[in-house]
């Protein structure tokens, strides 16, 4: 599996904290091409890595990396497949923004199916175009339609059958319960009036201030205020009970999925697969089996220094310690439907606390010797986690 990190956008989004330039179009075009050979650079050096890795997924994320042209992306695209030898690909996601492709139209989604995209992952957030300028997002509800019909339109002129999802944020101190709810409705409706099906998945995130986000500051100068916990979990609770009724699985905490169209590639990072992350900003994690044991290794390439070219960044290791695996095997098991073997998690949480959090409800069997937390207790996941461990 191969993440590529896009650490471009036209403008930043209030809420993000995420590695990212801004590129205008007049320095563009340097930009893209130094940022495709330090990439293409990275992938023939990690090309070993990247090829004794069996799990054939990419997932171009960012950022936006729906501002890089199509040759940008071939270029990268084409070094990334090359290493992997050509072998077909289980899936194959990339990123956008509704704006993007508005502007740019069918040719590009044509291009972008062209170069083996299987699964899009749209950026929408709001349908309320008032939360849209608030976040500082490039598109407004109606632009979010149009995107939405234009790739569906283009991949049925294709013939290609395209997975689309879609995230959407909630949370927030100004969204009120019937602006929720209307922007539930409205991201189950996109397509019908053409007649296409709804989003295949929905990812939806409850808004939290990061650090280094312009949100940040806004709280530090008083001009924002969180939403209360009992906000964000009626929120919650109308999210998980409107995309039941729509048929959708809730198979991890903020993700939601038609049946058999869960995410292959982010699922892959809930069971610990390991995965290699390109460009700026990307974080791997590489599995090592030697004579002592097994071994696994985080690595990060850092961000590119203000007034550096995109070729400037390197890459920082460390291993980590059983107790970091543990506490990750724990956490992010538990953050799915799927949920954790009952003897893995008594060994590595401990017989007392699981009997415990069963016999109280903030654990379940799930009858093929699994454990999971409830997901009426989805809500308060991070909370059960922490205790457990």
Known sequence: MVYLHVPFCRSFCTYCSFYSETCSKSRQDTLFSEYAGAVVRETEERSEEIRNNPFRTIYIGGGTPSVLPLDVLSRIVSGIRNAQDGEPLREFTIEVNPEDIVEKGEEYVAGLLSLGVSRISMGIQSFDDGILRWMNRRHDSERA?????????????????????????????????????????????LGRDEGFRAPDHISAYQLSIEEGSA??????????????????????????????????????????????????????????IPYV?????????????????????????????????????????????PEDVRIERIMLALRTAAGIGESDLRSLAGEGNVDSFLKDGLLERKGNGCLRIPESHFFVSDEIIRELV
């Not at 879609?166 to 189950?188: V, Y």
């Not at 974080?283 to 044991?293: D, K, M, N, P």
Request: net charge negative; hydrophobic share 35%; charged share 25%.
């Open 277 to 321: 992350g390109l460009g700026p900003g990307a974080h791997s994690l590489t599995v090592l089996q030697t004579a002592e044991g097994r071994r696994e290794i985080r690595s990060w390439n850092t961000q590119v220094l203000p007034g550096r070219g995109m070729e400037a960044y390197t890459r920082e290791v460390e291993e980590l310690s």
């Open 145 to 189: 339609v149009r995107a939405y019909s234009i790739i569906r339109r283009t991949a049925q002129e294709a013939r290609k059958d395209v997975d689309v999802s879609i995230d959407l944020i909630f949370g927030l101190s100004q969204l009120d319960e019937n602006t929720w709810d209307r922007t539930l409705t409205s991201a189950l409706a």
């Open 215 to 272: 949100l940040e500051e806004m709280a530090a100068r008083g001009d924002y205020s969180e939403a209360s916990e009992d906000v964000c979990a009626r929120q919650y609770s109308v999210l998980c009970s409107r995309l039941k009724e729509a048929g959708y699985g809730h198979y991890e905490v903020s993700n939601f999925a038609l049946p058999g169209h869960e995410a292959v590639h982010n699922s892959a990072y809930w069971t610990r």
